[in-house]
């Protein structure tokens, strides 16, 4: 079992930046990929980033490449998703997920799942 607990949104004005972190608590987190999605009610819920068991690998959406940096710490059982030039339309709830191994762009290979952050960007 794999507690997740995302921390770091809030209110930003367009241009801005933001740093989320997923703190785990569990099982050895070095064995687990993470990723971020995030979702806006009425919406279906979107991949953002995924990283690898030793934070080697990441994966981005093209939504995210260039601005969103996904990385971690094992030591500190911790993934960073830090945002840059944050645009009005990165307004959604944030949320990490955890899964053995590999890590996956569909939400529905991912076992653990984080309560999730509010990012709201206004322009």
């Known amino acids: 079992q794999v507690a997740l607990l995302e921390s770091g949104g809030g209110l930003v004005q367009a241009g801005g930046s933001l740093r989320l972190s997923c703190a785990a608590s569990g099982r050895t987190f070095s064995d687990y990929a993470v990723g971020w999605f995030r979702q806006v009610p009425g919406k279906e819920r979107e991949f953002v980033a995924a990283i690898g068991l030793g934070g080697v690998t990441s994966y981005y959406a093209d939504s995210a490449k260039g601005r969103f940096t996904i990385s971690r710490e094992n030591a500190k059982n911790t993934v960073y998703l830090q945002m840059n030039i944050l645009k009005p339309e990165d307004t959604a709830a944030y949320y990490c997920?955890?899964?053995?191994?590999?890590?996956?762009?569909?939400?529905?290979?991912?076992?653990?799942w984080g309560q999730g952050t509010q990012v709201t960007v206004s322009s």
């Open positions: 997920a955890a899964r053995r191994w590999l890590y996956s762009v569909e939400g529905v290979d991912y076992d653990y």
